[in-house]
């Protein structure tokens, strides 16, 4: 799952939830996929680039990535 936290996923085994990659307030992931072979996420990164104190906004830029399931490997694929 994408959270602003990061990219979690659950063992369907254990039921424990497992960090894949880390993000903050500056960078968070959403809109995931993963390939029908399960190898594979391609995700939406967006990062905050630039904050307006007044009226007190960022200004952010999105890009996808794509990484191994164990959320090694990211590399940007698309801008």
Do not use: Q
């Not at 994408?2 to 085994?13: E, I, Q, Y």
């Not at 995700?43 to 630039?50: F, G, K, L, Q, Y």
């Amino acid at each position: 799952s994408a959270f602003k936290d990061g990219l979690r996923m659950v063992n369907r085994t254990t039921k424990k939830v497992v960090v894949v990659r880390n993000a903050c307030d500056s960078k968070h992931y959403t809109y995931l996929n993963i390939s029908p072979d399960g190898k594979k996420i391609i995700v939406e990164r967006v990062e905050a680039t630039d904050f307006t104190a007044i009226p007190g906004s960022w200004t952010t830029e999105s890009k996808i990535y794509m990484m191994d399931y164990d959320g090694k490997n990211e590399k940007n694929v698309f801008e």
